[in-house]
């Protein structure tokens, strides 16, 4: 009544709602057919008429929740529901939350988004794979009580063609999802850990349990991370979930075929995939259009072997830079100016014309693009060079040419010309080292690798080569390194797939994987302390004659103890006021003005200079300083080596460069001089931020290393390395899916004559 509803209709006899009485209720609950009558009008197709039955729908379903009901006297009554169900099921309306794993809305409500949760980790419970279930792979089907899963496995397993004695490595998909979901004619592991979960009372059950739990795929989503109603909704017969797994290129080619069929239909039969219809295309075509765009994008600057759920933390440095550009792209601005670092960074010689391609698109639009580049290729491709030197450090900092590119060649003072006419080249060996002894990889099958077979000489410089996605970094990165390191330092890791390594015993005693990631977080961190020449200062500070009348010793000239570094700041050289809502305020120490020591300290001198005024120096300065002091200076040489001879010396580690790291810690191996045990260094891009000139300085150091009985393996794309390695190991042809193959391993010289591999396009050329 309070909603205006005057007159209801039970078992067909309409009565009035206000002539019901409270005492009726309960009697007239008890009809059959309980209806709100909304209105009541003939079948006329007057304007007016139609105006009221209109809005007596709306209300209908309004009222109801849904459901509206038409009865014309003598013919059956229409029911009509504008509710989102089918089959019983009731489904959310769409929106793009529903499809936004970010959002609480969408999202997975078991893994909340994230795609894993803590589970039975399938790699704790057969950690060998290249066992079989007969050879007991099964781990926890390998004590007596437990025997009698695997021996109901075996039973059933002829019944439904499960291979008992196929290596688990080699079992196909469905194989291996039998083996834990089991079949008609057995159970599986899944079914096993069930009967554990239910009897975690017992506390031998509630260990064993905890053995084998792990992060693991979400069994709700599948690591789609989405919440499963999503697969409902389809567009081209794939869900959201299907097209997060596919590779952009794949991805790519679905959205072009979501076009109207000549015929108007929804399906081709000779592409075998589904199409819009005229009318699902006319509501698409904008998103269409934008969805290609980007797509088209991603594939220009080479991440067609990519998928749309692989996590950010997993791409490189180079692959995140290509993403952000495509974002950039997909706006399509003009009249904007664009400053890119590096972005060749990570990208094999066939990717860097595209990425050129893309940058000279930019221009193109109109914008103005400003690149900080190393790559000969982008370099060559400038409309206008500037060079900056002509060297590092304080021998830099000049405009040492500033025109057209054609013009730089005329320009004798600078580098970088030098390097491009030839003037100065990065020379190809005179004679290559011949291995004797190998690391073998076997069966290796992680990701998109084919299960393949690679050869790693030792005492010698490695290269791992192919274009991007191609499975370097799941070789070394992912399978090499993480086992190598539990076998030879008891941890590490866990290793991807492979059957087996061989070849390292009693010749590798050691491994070190020098990546690009910092050598220290804190602002105490420089290079001289990470390089332990710092120590020897501090040491023949320390046997000075104040410090001795004062009782001085080797650490009171440290900034990170107490004694001798300022108390103000505590050896920082700087305050920190912290703000509220905005950024912290960094300061110059009023006390010390940033020289980190008491003023009594800083009194002790060397040869004129004090502890800060050493730490202000450059290694090129430090070693001309320190020349009758051996110790120091042999310390500090490996850093001039490797071409850091421009860093200060209390330089903080924050302010270094990836590629400045890694040298740095490339500078820390080759002080501990020669060899007590073998090691192997892998590399990975070294060259990155790298000018040919240091490139040179690299690839000596590298050499160095090997020459004191130590193994280089470099991941690199860099043709200026790849045509030095005594041993190349060419993976591909391409990336992603169509990656995987071991291409060629040998010489470079044997590499040129190879006719898949697309690095050999770009080596023959400088091998001439």
Same mark, same amino acid.
């Given at each position: 009544?309070?909603?205006?509803?005057?007159?209801?209709?039970?078992?067909?006899?309409?009565?009035?709602?206000?002539?019901?009485?409270?005492?009726?209720?309960a009697?007239?609950?008890?009809?059959?057919?309980?209806?709100?009558?909304?209105?009541?009008?003939?079948?006329?197709?007057?304007?007016?008429?139609?105006?009221?039955?209109?809005?007596?729908?709306?209300?209908?379903?309004?009222?109801?929740? &849904?459901?509206? $009901?038409?009865?014309?006297?003598?013919?059956?009554?229409k029911?009509f529901?504008?509710?989102?169900?089918?089959? &019983?099921?009731?489904?959310?309306?769409?929106?793009?939350?529903?499809?936004?794993?970010?959002?609480?809305?969408?999202?997975?409500?078991?893994?909340?988004?994230?795609?894993?949760i803590?589970?039975?980790?399938?790699? @704790? $419970?057969?950690?060998?794979?290249?066992?079989?279930?007969?050879?007991?792979?099964v781990?926890?089907?390998?004590? =007596?009580g437990?025997?009698?899963?695997?021996?109901d #496995?075996?039973?059933?397993?002829?019944?439904?063609?499960?291979?008992i004695?196929?290596?688990?490595?080699? %079992?196909?998909?469905?194989?291996?999802k039998? @083996?834990?979901?089991?079949?008609p004619?057995?159970q599986?592991?899944?079914?096993f850990?069930?009967?554990?979960?239910?009897?975690?009372?017992?506390?031998?059950?509630?260990?064993?349990?905890?053995?084998?739990?792990?992060?693991?795929?979400?069994?709700?989503?599948? &690591?789609?991370?989405?919440?499963?109603?999503?697969?409902?909704v389809?567009?081209?017969?794939?869900s959201?979930?299907?097209?997060?797994?596919?590779?952009?290129?794949?991805?790519?080619?679905h959205?072009?075929?979501l076009?109207? +069929?000549?015929?108007?239909?929804?399906?081709?039969?000779?592409?075998?995939?589904?199409?819009?219809?005229?009318? *699902?295309t006319?509501?698409? +075509?904008?998103?269409? #259009?934008?969805?290609?765009?980007?797509l088209?994008?991603?594939?220009?600057?080479?991440?067609?072997?990519?998928? @749309?759920?692989?996590?950010?933390?997993? %791409?490189?440095?180079?692959? +995140?830079?290509?993403?952000?550009?495509?974002?950039?792209?997909?706006?399509?601005?003009?009249?904007?100016?664009?400053?890119?670092?590096?972005p060749?960074v990570g990208l094999?010689?066939?990717?860097?014309?595209k990425?050129?391609?893309?940058?000279?698109?930019?221009?193109?639009?109109?914008?103005?693009?400003?690149?900080?580049?190393? =790559?000969?290729?982008?370099?060559?491709a400038?409309?206008y060079?500037?060079?900056?030197g002509?060297?590092?450090?304080?021998?830099?900092?000049?405009?040492?040419?500033?025109?057209? +590119?054609?013009?730089?060649?005329?320009?004798?003072?600078?580098?970088?010309?030098?390097?491009?006419?030839?003037k100065?080249?990065?020379?190809?060996?005179?004679?290559?080292?011949?291995?004797?002894?190998?690391?073998?990889?076997?069966?290796?099958?992680?990701?998109?690798?084919?299960?393949?077979?690679?050869?790693?000489?030792?005492?010698?410089?490695?290269?791992?080569?192919?274009?991007? &996605?191609?499975g370097?970094?799941?070789?070394?990165?992912?399978? @090499?390194?993480?086992?190598?390191?539990?076998?030879?330092?008891?941890?590490?890791?866990?290793?991807?797939?492979?059957k087996?390594?061989?070849?390292?015993?009693?010749?590798?005693?050691?491994?070190?994987f020098?990546?690009?990631?910092?050598i220290?977080?804190?602002?105490?961190?420089?290079?001289?302390?990470?390089?332990?020449?710092? *120590?020897?200062?501090?040491?023949?500070f320390?046997?000075?004659?104040?410090?001795?009348?004062?009782?001085?010793?080797?650490?009171?000239?440290?900034?990170? $103890?107490?004694?001798?570094?300022?108390?103000a700041?505590?050896?920082?050289?700087?305050?920190?006021?912290?703000?509220?809502?905005?950024?912290?305020?960094?300061?110059?120490?009023?006390?010390?003005?940033?020289?980190?020591?008491?003023?009594?300290?800083?009194?002790?001198?060397?040869?004129?200079?004090?502890i800060?005024d050493?730490?202000d120096?450059?290694?090129?300065?430090?070693?001309?300083?320190?020349?009758?002091?051996?110790?120091?200076?042999n310390?500090?040489?490996?850093?001039?080596?490797?071409?850091l001879?421009?860093?200060h010396?209390?330089?903080?580690?924050?302010?270094?460069?990836?590629?400045?790291?890694?040298?740095?810690? #490339?500078?820390?191996?080759?002080?501990?001089?020669?060899a007590?045990?073998?090691?192997?260094?892998?590399?990975d891009?070294p060259?990155?931020?790298?000018?040919?000139?240091?490139?040179?300085?690299?690839?000596?150091?590298?050499?160095?290393?090997?020459?004191?009985?130590?193994t $280089?393996?470099?991941?690199?794309?860099?043709?200026?390395?790849?045509?030095?390695?005594?041993?190349?190991?060419?993976l591909?042809?391409?990336?992603?899916?169509?990656?995987?193959h071991?291409?060629?391993?040998?010489?470079p =010289?044997?590499?040129?004559?190879?006719?898949?591999?697309?690095?050999?396009?770009?080596?023959?050329?400088?091998?001439?």
């Open positions: 009544m309070q909603d205006g509803i005057q007159r209801l209709l039970l078992d067909g006899e309409v009565i009035k709602t206000e002539d019901v009485e409270e005492k009726e209720i009697a007239l609950n008890k009809k059959k057919e309980k209806f709100i009558l909304i209105d009541r009008a003939t079948s006329e197709q007057t304007e007016d008429n139609l105006y009221r039955l209109a809005d007596s729908v709306s209300l209908a379903f309004s009222e109801s929740d &849904g459901e509206c $009901v038409i009865d014309v006297p003598g013919k059956t009554k029911v529901s504008n509710k989102f169900e089918l089959d &019983g099921i009731a489904f959310e309306i769409p929106s793009p939350q529903l499809f936004n794993f970010n959002s609480p809305y969408g999202a997975c409500s078991k893994c909340e988004g994230f795609g894993t803590l589970g039975i980790d399938h790699d @704790l $419970v057969i950690p060998n794979k290249n066992l079989s279930v007969y050879e007991d792979a781990v926890c089907w390998r004590t =007596e437990m025997s009698v899963w695997k021996k #496995l075996i039973k059933g397993a002829p019944k439904c063609d499960f291979p004695h196929k290596p688990i490595i080699d %079992l196909t998909k469905e194989q291996y039998m @083996l834990w979901e089991g079949s004619y057995f599986g592991i899944n079914a850990f069930k009967d554990v979960e239910s009897q975690t009372y017992k506390i031998q059950y509630r260990v064993m349990l905890a053995k084998y739990r792990g992060r693991t795929a979400c069994d709700q989503c599948g &690591g789609t991370r989405l919440r499963p109603d999503t697969e409902y389809k567009v081209g017969d794939k959201i979930g299907d097209l997060l797994q596919m590779t952009i290129k794949s991805l790519y080619e959205f072009q075929s076009s109207p +069929s000549p015929n108007g239909e929804g399906s081709s039969s000779k592409t075998n995939r589904v199409r819009l219809d005229k009318h *699902d006319q509501i698409a +075509s904008r998103i269409l #259009l934008e969805i290609n765009n980007r088209q994008f991603m594939v220009d600057v080479g991440l067609e072997y990519l998928s @749309l759920n692989r996590f950010s933390n997993t %791409l490189s440095g180079g692959e +995140s830079q290509r993403i952000n550009l495509t974002r950039t792209l997909g706006s399509n601005l003009t009249g904007s100016l664009y400053i890119l670092d590096e060749s094999h010689p066939h990717d860097t014309g990425l050129i391609n893309i940058l000279r698109y930019l221009r193109d639009l109109g914008n103005t693009v400003i690149v900080v580049e190393h =790559e000969e290729e982008a370099i060559r400038a409309d060079l500037i060079d900056v002509p060297h590092a450090g304080t021998l830099g900092g000049e405009i040492v040419f500033a025109g057209n +590119s054609a013009d730089i060649i005329k320009n004798p003072k600078s580098l970088t010309t030098q390097y491009l006419t030839g100065l080249q990065i020379e190809v060996p005179k004679q290559r080292r011949k291995p004797i002894n190998f690391i073998e990889i076997k069966g290796a099958k992680q990701n998109n690798l084919k299960g393949i077979d690679v050869k790693i000489p030792l005492n010698a410089l490695s290269v791992i080569t192919g274009v991007s &996605g191609s370097k970094t799941t070789l070394i990165k992912q399978i @090499l390194y993480p086992y190598l390191k539990i076998q030879l330092e008891g941890f590490g890791g866990k290793p991807g797939l492979f087996e390594i061989t070849g390292y015993k009693n010749k590798i005693k050691k491994i070190e020098v990546d690009q990631n910092p220290g977080r804190s602002s105490r961190s420089n290079p001289v302390t990470y390089i332990k020449a710092y *120590d020897a200062i501090r040491d023949l320390s046997v000075q004659s104040l410090s001795k009348i004062r009782g001085y010793q080797a650490k009171h000239f440290s900034f990170n $103890v107490e004694g001798g570094r300022c108390d700041c505590e050896g920082e050289g700087e305050q920190v006021v912290e703000m509220q809502f905005l950024a912290d305020v960094h300061l110059v120490c009023e006390v010390c003005n940033g020289k980190r020591f008491k003023q009594e300290i800083l009194e002790v001198n060397y040869n004129g200079k004090n800060a050493i730490l120096l450059t290694v090129d300065e430090a070693i001309e300083f320190f020349a009758e002091k051996k110790d120091v200076v310390k500090l040489k490996p850093l001039q080596d490797v071409g001879g421009y860093v010396l209390g330089q903080s580690s924050s302010t270094l460069s990836g590629g400045e790291a890694q040298r740095v810690k #490339l500078a820390s191996f080759l002080t501990k001089g020669v007590k045990e073998q090691v192997l260094f892998i590399f891009e060259t990155t931020g790298l000018h040919f000139h240091d490139i040179n300085k690299l690839l000596k150091a590298f050499n160095a290393l090997i020459e004191i009985g130590h $280089v393996l470099v991941v690199e794309h860099n043709i200026d390395v790849i045509k030095c390695a005594d041993w190349i190991i060419d591909g042809p391409k990336g992603g899916e169509e990656g995987g071991l291409v060629f391993e040998g010489t =010289e044997n590499l040129v004559k190879n006719k898949e591999s697309i690095t050999a396009i770009y080596l023959k050329e400088k091998l001439k």
